[in-house]
């Protein structure tokens, strides 16, 4: 922390003296002043000459930031604030900077679980601090929140806040972190704000049925000591998820695996207005077997059990499949364009004056329809797993070690873990591991690069990125 400290005040100086000409003129002036004491009337003037040509220079190369790169960011407050990072994640730091605030909660998403896979626990956990920050703004249990979603619309020009799977698994994540740190009141609070993300859209709730984060929940009660109140979260567990079974009493460790490729999003309709959801590339492994060496485990060998599929999460809202969401918004395109058609063609057979009248009624409600953005916004958090499976040991003494294999069916998998977390607390303990492989990509899928070039020219929304920013340095 100190050394970002100091590396975003120096950050700060340079930024001040490349990109305040006037200063820079003012610091010029004054060095020519200080030598000038000593120097001929000729070298004063020389000098005064030159201060001035680095100022107007200077002011040039502002000018030219300015047209290049509007309010910013400029190429030295990226590399500032880029080269103090992980270097495995700074592909992904550039592209949350640069992204400004219409990407903010996807950007830090995908930061935030890549840092988990790298082993950067401290990235990881301000990446996801910073998403659910934005999230509970907009989704949070609360009147404020309440409010702020009543004019919330997740168009394609908006600031992304995700589905409700993806704002579930953010809070997924961070409850892991919190469980790896041993603060189990935190990663309770975390899965439970999971499981209610699942039952939110913007204008409607569902039932709840994402079992895993209630069976999560109920581990943290079962490390507590609360014996009573994990059981009942365990039921709820097991009743939303056919075979998955509560841990044995003297359990004390928990693996959880994370296998496949997660949900993608499609656009369907005639007007491209419809959000659809389906399952990601096709994967090899099915299940993952842990294996738990020392501390005199039992059992030995420990073969997780599907406890929740996030693609099933996302096709389905209370359990029930749904074929898309934004339906809404294509049936008032084709109504108003309807209406205008018939107003125009009303105004052809009426003729005179009022016809006038109607055709121009119905061409400029013609326009409004044909103006009117419906596409439907695809930008997805690509890299989530599919399932997620979790099994439970009980180890006798803290003294041991654990591996994981992948398998289908019965046929173990060469596949090697792109991800491994550990958490070693008083009474408890916990591992997970995911199956794919730790890909940093930049590039945000689904991404409309006209919107996103049109959004980011406006003078408002540069003013807001130049907000965010900061916001980053705090």
């Known amino acids: 922390m100190k050394r970002h400290l100091i590396s975003s005040v120096g950050s700060a100086i340079a930024l001040v003296v490349c990109l305040n000409p006037v200063l820079v003129a003012a610091q010029e002036a004054a060095a020519s002043a200080a030598v000038a004491v000593n120097q001929s009337p000729e070298e004063a003037k020389a000098a005064a000459k030159a201060a001035k040509a680095a100022a107007a220079a200077e002011a040039k190369k502002q000018r030219e930031l300015q047209r290049l790169y509007g309010l910013g960011p400029y190429p030295v407050e990226i590399d500032a604030f880029v080269s103090s990072r992980p270097e495995k994640l700074r592909p992904l730091y550039r592209t949350l900077y640069t992204g400004g605030e219409r990407n903010a909660v996807l950007n830090l998403q995908r930061l935030g679980l890549a840092?988990?896979?790298?082993g950067e626990w401290g990235a990881a956990e301000w990446a996801f601090d910073k998403a659910l920050m934005r999230i509970e703004a907009i989704y949070a249990d609360n009147p404020q929140a309440n409010a702020a979603r009543s004019s919330f619309?997740?168009?394609?020009?908006?600031?992304?806040?995700?589905?409700?799977?993806?704002?579930?698994?953010?809070?997924?994540?961070?409850?892991?972190?919190?469980?790896?740190?041993?603060?189990?009141?935190n990663a309770r609070a975390s899965f439970k704000g999971a499981e209610y993300q699942d039952t939110l859209s913007e204008a409607e709730t569902y039932q709840g049925d994402f079992a895993i984060m209630n069976y999560l929940v109920g581990w943290t009660q079962k490390c507590q000591g609360q014996t009573s109140s994990a059981e009942e979260s365990f039921g709820i567990a097991t009743k939303a998820q056919e075979g998955l079974a509560a841990p044995a009493a003297g359990d004390n460790v928990l693996f959880l695996a994370e296998i496949g490729n997660g949900p993608v999003k499609t656009r369907g309709g005639s007007s491209e207005e419809m959000l659809q959801f389906g399952p990601g590339p096709a994967y090899e492994e099915s299940g993952a077997l842990f294996t738990l060496t020392g501390g005199a485990a039992s059992p030995a060998e420990v073969r997780t059990l599907a406890a929740s599929s996030v693609t099933y999460q996302a096709t389905t809202r209370g359990?029930?499949?749904?074929?898309?969401?934004?339906?809404?918004?294509?049936?008032?395109?084709?109504?108003?364009?309807?209406?205008?058609?018939?107003?125009?063609?009303a105004g052809v057979m009426q003729g005179g004056d009022?016809?006038?009248?109607?055709?121009?009624?119905?061409?400029?409600?013609?326009?409004?329809?044909?103006?009117?953005?419906?596409?439907?916004?695809?930008?997805?958090?690509?890299d989530l797993p599919?399932?997620?499976?979790?099994?439970?040991?009980?180890?006798?003494?803290?003294?041991?070690?654990?591996?994981?294999?992948?398998?289908?069916g019965d046929q173990k998998l060469e596949t090697k873990p792109g991800g491994w977390m550990q958490g070693d607390a008083k009474g408890c303990s916990f591992v997970w591991a995911q199956s794919r492989p730790n890909e940093i990509v930049e590039t945000i899928v689904g991404e409309d690069a006209g919107v996103a070039r049109a959004v980011a020219a406006k003078k408002d929304v540069q003013k807001k990125n130049q907000a965010f920013r900061q916001w980053l340095e705090l």
Do not use: C
Request: aromatic share 10%; no cysteine; proline share 2%.
């Open 319 to 345: 359990g029930r499949a749904i074929d898309g969401i934004m339906k809404g918004k294509a049936n008032l395109k084709q109504t108003t364009g309807g209406i205008g058609s018939a107003a125009i063609q």
């Open 153 to 185: 619309h997740n168009e394609a020009n908006k600031d992304f806040k995700g589905e409700p799977y993806e704002r579930s698994m953010a809070y997924y994540y961070r409850g892991l972190l919190y469980l790896r740190a041993g603060d189990y009141d």
């Open 386 to 408: 599919d399932q997620i499976m979790v099994g439970t040991a009980k180890a006798k003494s803290p003294k041991w070690s654990s591996t994981v294999t992948f398998v289908k």
């Open 354 to 382: 009022a016809g006038m009248a109607s055709m121009g009624i119905g061409l400029a409600m013609s326009l409004f329809a044909s103006a009117m953005k419906t596409k439907a916004d695809i930008r997805q958090w690509d």
């Open 115 to 118: 840092a988990i896979r790298s």
